[in-house]
């Protein structure tokens, strides 16, 4: 008679799902924080606020209202792709990798005027587009 053999080392699914869910909630956390920062920042630039350096050159807009106003709308597209992840809702994953994509390059035009912050939250971007790419389809599926 054959006997079945199961190894004891192989993860069970639920083992497997949990393993990257601290990765989706890093990324979801990170998202929300961002998207809050961006939504401020936002609002000191329509308002022209002295937070801003007033000679930094900017790679697409040299009106700091302009760049506001974008700014302003992907930080509140941050603040719901962080709330889409955390519920598990489907596709929100990759509009949550979108966003971040999005943002990245936007730091990096913004790096002018602000050079250490803006590579910090680019690297914060790259670390929410890993986590949401290898492991969100597990947590999230």
């Not at 974008?70 to 489907?90: D, E, K, P, S």
């Amino acid at each position: 008679m054959a006997q079945t053999y199961e190894p004891a080392s192989r993860p069970s699914k639920s083992a497997y799902e949990i393993e990257g869910q601290g990765w989706v909630l890093f990324a979801g956390i990170m998202i929300l924080i961002v998207g809050i920062m961006n939504v401020i920042y936002g609002i000191a630039a329509i308002d022209n606020s002295t937070f801003f350096i007033q000679d930094a050159r900017y790679v697409v807009f040299n009106d700091l209202n302009t760049w506001g106003w974008i700014v302003m709308i992907l930080g509140a597209a941050q603040f719901l792709a962080a709330f889409g992840v955390w519920a598990r809702t489907a596709g929100v994953r990759w509009f949550g990798v979108s966003v971040a994509l999005v943002n990245a390059v936007a730091q990096l035009m913004f790096i002018s005027a602000y050079p250490f912050w803006s590579l910090a939250l680019f690297t914060i971007d790259i670390l929410v587009i890993y986590g949401l790419i290898a492991h969100g389809k597990r947590v999230l599926a």
